[in-house]
Structures are given as structure tokens and as C-alpha cells.
């Protein structure tokens, strides 16, 4: 990452560790995931969890979906006046510490309704720090940063997942859950002293003096933004099929195909995540010689190609190398198209308002992997290929809404964005 860092022309140090920041605080952003989704299903279905319950218990990332409701406090209060931001980051990150801790000695056996709890909290505390991570990277980004600076923070992203995921799986493999819970605790305090060194942005403009006001004034602001009601829509179903696809994979790993924990750890977790992040870094590094709209296209198409490769495992039985080309093409497929959707939400984002802008437009483009969770679940006890089958059909909205928001994505006004303190 480093590397890639020194390699482009003109880059200086403040520069460098603005786009190191942004990476670090990708990875703080991610580590907290794979515990609420794919680990968490890792961890049930081990314990003998249904399907159709696995499935609806997606439904403890509600708190991504809406996590613009407190969205303006974050814009308005910080921790002091040189911790708008950096005092919201240390807090969220010692207090998913605290819960990974109490999350290191439950049973799902015997405690499921505590773990649900548990998680829903890590899931509202990570949706917390995922807005203050956003509205940061929004800040503190250049536009001529935009691209690499969104693959970056997927890469930092991707690369915590690996940790999360397919580290845990590892760990859990071997001496259990409960250790690996306590191992991830005690790097995400860790985490928080990235977060007292990193440069604080400025304000441009002082909050008004009622909270209500800010927040109006933030959603009208963002609702005047042309073809906002078609970008919306957009944002929202850009990554369907994909979401749904990815939705139970693990399971389908674990039941359909018959891999154990430790072959789903080093080829599924590990190689998936290795390859977003090389999606990350190359849609980011792409994309200003794409140009967004043809960015959008040709990654979305190969997301939704790459799923077709699910359906040829469901079709053909357990594969190794099977699982490792569709593992490898999905991810990196995956990766690209999320760093430039990152980039054309923070496009979208006022400085004055980005933590209210970007969890606003994060929470849409969270629906999707939020709330295809209990339909997934009972496509699933169908069939394997009639699942895969669907997420298919899933990546057509997505990709004609792009179409129909061609001129909008060419048009797209980037600001300069001032320099941090």
C-alpha cells in the first residue's frame, strides 16, 4: 500500500499520510464488519443454527441503515475543539473494544439472546464510527485524491476483514471463538492511537444555533443536488445482486459445499479478501481515466458476471479450485465496484454537512446488505442454484438505473476541498 503511496508523481509527506490516515481508518472501519455478518454466521452455524434464523439475524445492521438519524450531532458536537472528529473515532473504537471483550465469553449455546444484543450494540458503536470515518475521508480528500484515497479505504477495509474473518476463523479453529474475540478487543484500543495522531480538518463554517436547523438545512441541501432522487435509487441497488449473493455465502461453504473452517479461513476469507483489496486499489487507481459513468459500467457488469460462477459451483458440487477462481473474480470484481461507489458518494457530500451526507447515502447503499438477509434465507432453503439463480436477476435494476443516470454521473460537480489543520 505503502508503495503504491511513494509511486505517484508529486506526492509529498503531508499528502502521504493524509491517504495513510484515510487507509488506517479503513481498516478501523472494517474490522468491526465481518463480526456482525460473515464471522458472526461463521459462529452460529458451527453451533447449529438454522438457516432461516441466520438469515434474519442480518437484520442487526439496522443500525448502518440508519445511522443518519444521530448523524448531525457528529456533525455539529466533537470532543473539544481540535476533536471533531478524532475524539468521536477513540471513543467508538474503546467502546467496540469493551464489547468485543464481552462478546470473547459468550456461549451461542446456551446465551443466543445475549450475543444478539451484544452485536446489535457493536453493529449501532461501528455505524457510529463508520460516519465519523466517512465524513473524515470526505473532508480531509481532494478531488484529485477522491479515487485513490476511496480505493485505499476499501483496501484498509478489505484488509481488517481479513483479519476479522478470515484470522478469526483461524483462531476459532484452533483454541475457539472466545479467544478470537479477545485478540480482535485488544487491537481495536490499539486502533484508537491512530486516531490521536491523525491531522484534525478544518471547519469551514460554524454550526447554526439549533441542531434541527443544521439537520434540515443538511437533507435540503442534499435533495437539491440534480437527479438526487435517481442517484439515490442507484446507490441503492448498484450493489444488489452482488449483497445477496454474498449474503449467505459462507454458509453455502460451509453446508452446500462441505469446507471446513480452517479451508474457508486460508482460501474463502483470506484469498477473497486479498483480491478486494487489488480491486480496491485498481478501481481507485482507474477510475480518473475511466471517468465515473464508465467506472460504474464496467465494474458492475463484472460484478454481476462474476456471480455467475457461484451458480456453476451450486450446479457442479465442492471445488477447491472452484472455489478459489469464483472466490478470487467475485472479490476483486467486488472491491473495484465499491471504492468507485465511495467515490461518487463522497462527490455527492457538502463539507459543511458530511457526516449527514455520507451516512445519509451510506445508509442506501447499506439497504441492500441489510435487509436482503430473511429473503435470502428462505431462497436458500429452496436450493442452492435457485439462490445464485436470483442474485443474477438482482444485478439488472442496479445497472439500468446506472444507464438511466449517465449524463448526472458525467456532470458531477467536485469541489476543491480545503487542506486539514
Not at 67 to 84: M, T
Not at 274 to 294: D, E, K, Q
Not at 295 to 300: K, N, R, T, V
Amino acid at each position: 500500500m505503502l508503495d503504491i503511496l511513494q509511486s505517484r508523481a508529486g506526492a509529498d509527506a503531508p499528502r502521504k499520510r493524509l491517504l495513510f490516515n484515510v487507509a488506517l481508518f479503513g481498516f478501523a472501519s472494517g474490522l468491526p464488519l465481518a463480526l456482525t455478518g460473515s464471522t458472526l454466521q461463521a459462529w452460529l452455524t458451527t453451533a447449529g443454527v438454522d438457516l432461516q434464523t441466520l438469515g434474519a439475524l442480518t437484520l442487526v445492521g439496522l443500525p448502518y441503515l440508519y445511522k443518519f438519524l444521530w448523524a448531525p450531532l457528529l456533525d455539529r458536537y466533537g470532543l473539544g475543539s481540535l476533536w471533531r472528529r478524532r475524539g468521536w473515532l477513540m471513543l467508538t473504537q474503546l467502546l467496540l473494544a469493551v464489547l468485543l471483550f464481552a462478546l470473547s465469553g459468550a456461549d451461542p449455546v446456551h446465551n443466543l439472546e445475549s450475543i444478539v444484543w451484544l452485536v446489535v450494540l457493536l453493529a449501532l458503536v461501528s455505524a457510529t464510527q463508520d460516519i465519523v470515518v466517512d465524513a473524515y475521508r470526505a473532508e480531509i480528500l481532494s478531488p484529485a485524491d477522491r479515487g485513490l484515497g476511496s480505493g485505499l479505504s476499501v483496501a484498509g477495509y478489505r484488509v481488517a476483514m481479513i483479519v476479522s474473518g478470515a484470522g478469526a476463523l483461524l483462531v476459532a479453529d484452533r483454541v475457539g471463538f472466545g479467544p478470537a474475540f479477545l485478540l480482535l478487543a485488544g487491537l481495536m484500543a490499539a486502533l484508537s492511537l491512530g486516531s490521536l495522531l491523525a491531522p484534525e480538518p478544518v471547519r469551514d463554517t460554524p454550526p447554526s444555533t439549533a441542531l434541527w436547523t443544521d439537520f434540515r438545512a443538511a437533507v435540503i441541501g442534499l435533495l437539491a443536488r440534480p437527479g438526487i432522487v435517481w442517484l439515490a435509487a442507484f446507490i441503492a441497488l448498484y450493489k444488489l445482486g452482488d449483497a445477496f449473493a454474498g449474503s449467505l455465502s459462507m454458509s453455502f461453504f460451509l453446508r452446500g459445499q462441505g469446507f471446513s473452517l480452517t479451508e474457508i479461513g486460508t482460501t474463502y476469507k483470506f484469498l477473497g479478501m486479498v483480491a478486494s483489496i487489488l480491486g480496491g486499489i485498481c478501481g481507485g487507481l482507474w477510475m480518473p481515466r475511466l471517468g465515473l459513468y464508465r467506472a460504474l459500467l464496467w465494474f458492475g457488469v463484472l460484478q454481476a458476471v462474476t456471480n455467475v460462477g457461484f451458480l456453476v459451483l451450486a450446479l457442479g458440487g465442492k471445488s477447491w479450485l472452484g472455489m478459489v477462481v469464483v472466490v478470487a473474480l467475485e472479490n476483486f470484481s467486488g472491491g473495484m465496484g465499491t471504492s468507485v461507489l465511495v467515490a461518487l458518494m463522497v462527490g455527492l457530500c457538502a463539507r459543511e454537512f458530511t457526516a449527514t451526507h455520507f451516512a445519509l447515502l451510506s445508509a442506501l447503499a447499506s439497504l441492500s446488505r441489510v435487509l436482503i438477509g430473511p429473503l435470502a434465507g428462505d431462497i436458500a432453503v429452496v436450493g442452492w442454484v435457485e439462490f445464485f439463480g436470483v442474485s443474477l436477476v438482482l444485478a439488472v435494476p442496479g445497472l439500468w438505473l446506472l444507464v438511466r443516470c449517465r449524463e448526472l454521473l458525467c456532470t458531477l460537480d467536485t469541489a476543491p476541498t480545503p487542506p486539514a489543520a
